[in-house]
């Protein structure tokens, strides 16, 4: 799908693919039953801090009202940039970027790798929720549910420290830092 007025992975800054600061996420959705509902899913690429959006359809106003609604819970210093496929469900993208304030990426069509860290979290996702469930009727509360469960269980890629204990360090190192400097 061609999205209109979008900014390529190509034009998002080496410090996003370098992992180098927090506050950098991609976005996904995962389908279910018949191809009906779905749930939107946020993953901070240097923590693997993982969001999960409770979504009403798949049509782009209900996927930018979705996200919208969880990242808006999230420190606006944790909410800089966000990495998505090119699904028409992100055409209202420019209308999210100036609500968040936060700039959106488009991966190259058919290139899952360039969103590895938010593929990998959609699979241990289908753990809760299996290919062909009906997501409708999972509430806002489930998915925070499974969220936590995920976001503390260790990680071999962080040395078995938890996305949880990353994400609250980086808010940590943040607040420290802005009152050093004031």
Same mark, same amino acid.
């Given at each position: 799908?061609?999205?209109?007025?979008?900014?390529?992975?190509?034009?998002?800054?080496?410090?996003?693919?370098?992992?180098?600061?927090?506050?950098?996420?991609?976005?996904?959705?995962?389908?279910?039953?018949?191809?009906?509902?779905?749930?939107?899913?946020?993953? +901070?690429?240097?923590? !693997?801090? $993982?969001?999960?959006?409770?979504?009403?359809?798949?049509?782009? &106003?209900? /996927?930018?009202?979705?996200?919208?609604?969880?990242?808006?819970?999230?420190?606006?210093?944790?909410?800089?940039?966000?990495?998505?496929?090119?699904?028409?469900?992100?055409?209202?993208?420019?209308?999210?970027?100036?609500?968040?304030?936060?700039?959106?990426?488009?991966?190259?069509?058919?290139?899952?790798w360039q969103r590895?860290?938010? +593929?990998?979290?959609? !699979?241990? $996702?289908?753990?809760?929720?299996p290919k062909g469930?009906?997501? &409708?009727? /999972?509430?806002?509360?489930?998915?925070?549910?499974?969220?936590?469960?995920?976001?503390?269980?260790?990680?071999?890629?962080?040395?078995?420290?938890?996305?949880?204990?990353?994400?609250?360090q980086a808010t940590?190192?943040?607040?420290?830092?802005?009152?050093?400097?004031?």
């Amino acid at each position: 799908m061609q999205v209109p007025d979008h900014q390529t992975i190509h034009q998002r800054p080496a410090e996003i693919e370098g992992r180098e600061f927090p506050g950098h996420w991609e976005g996904d959705l995962i389908i279910g039953q018949l191809n009906q509902s779905c749930i939107g899913t946020l993953v +901070e690429r240097k923590t !693997g801090f $993982l969001v999960l959006c409770k979504m009403e359809n798949k049509s782009a &106003s209900a /996927v930018r009202e979705g996200f919208e609604r969880q990242l808006k819970k999230i420190d606006r210093f944790l909410r800089l940039s966000m990495t998505y496929d090119r699904g028409s469900e992100m055409a209202e993208h420019p209308l999210m970027s100036k609500h968040l304030k936060m700039a959106i990426y488009f991966a190259d069509p058919h290139a899952p790798w360039q969103r590895g860290s938010n +593929e990998n979290i959609n !699979g241990l $996702l289908r753990q809760y929720f299996p290919k062909g469930t009906d997501l &409708s009727g /999972v509430s806002q509360v489930r998915l925070n549910d499974v969220a936590w469960l995920l976001n503390t269980r260790p990680r071999k890629r962080f040395d078995f420290q938890t996305p949880q204990e990353l994400f609250d360090q980086a808010t940590a190192d943040y607040l420290n830092h802005v009152a050093l400097d004031s």
